[in-house]
């Protein structure tokens, strides 16, 4: 029996096309004015100062924005990138300038696990910021209520096993007893490497793959608890 749902946000809770067409080009709009608007913020100074530790030299402001820029480009898993970025979309929610996309199907099904008494937790590789915003502004209200925790990379990479030997730790549930939902297969690998049950998401690819080692899902209504 499951008793701890772990999911990813991107092509899993929510579009990839709400963070690639609207989050992402709202960060790459904002983010050189934020940097230059805030440097000496603890919080954000703190960022650009591990930003240079991850290019490994000594970068201005100007040349961290740059790098910045780079990385968005590339879809870069940077932490630093993205906790920059979970600030600036904090400014876009709190304007109203969008919502938080939430899928019909995931939003019944987190309300539906919650109340049954299943522990809820977001493993994205946007910021634990991030996440919260998206769940906490959406067309459905505030959706944080419903979790229990979140996770981002700074308990390790999505592709890595150790990771979600970390998360069974910090949430105290066995990995038999623990759900992890993706779209991503290679992430599906490395949570089934540490012994947590899983379910791969294939709501936005043209077809399912029926050699899958995972159970696959077009939908929350699919995924078995």
């Not at 490395?190 to 077809?207: I, P, Y």
Request: a negative charge; proline letters at 4%; aromatic letters at 10%.
């Amino acid at each position: 029996m499951v008793h701890a749902i772990v999911t990813d946000i991107e092509g899993t809770t929510s579009s990839i096309s709400f963070v690639h067409d609207v989050l992402f080009p709202y960060s790459k709009r904002a983010l050189p004015a934020f940097v230059r608007d805030h440097q000496h913020d603890p919080a954000v100074a703190k960022c650009l100062d591990d930003v240079r530790r991850e290019a490994g030299k000594p970068l201005s402001v100007e040349q961290v924005i740059t790098q910045l820029d780079e990385w968005i480009a590339q879809d870069k898993k940077i932490t630093a990138l993205k906790a920059l970025q979970g600030m600036v979309w904090e400014t876009g929610y709190r304007n109203g300038d969008f919502k938080g996309h939430i899928y019909p199907d995931a939003y019944t099904h987190l309300k539906k696990w919650h109340d049954k008494g299943i522990k809820l937790y977001v493993y994205s590789s946007g910021s634990v910021h991030a996440q919260k915003l998206i769940f906490g502004y959406t067309e459905y209200g505030d959706l944080t209520p419903l979790f229990d925790g979140y996770f981002d990379t700074t308990i390790g990479h999505k592709r890595e096993s150790s990771a979600y030997q970390a998360i069974l730790r910090a949430i105290q549930v066995p990995g038999d007893q623990a759900l992890f939902l993706s779209d991503i297969k290679e992430e599906l690998d490395a949570a089934r490497a540490a012994g947590m049950k899983t379910t791969w998401l294939v709501r936005e690819q043209a077809h399912a793959d029926p050699l899958a080692e995972h159970p696959q899902a077009t939908s929350f209504e699919d995924v078995k608890t």
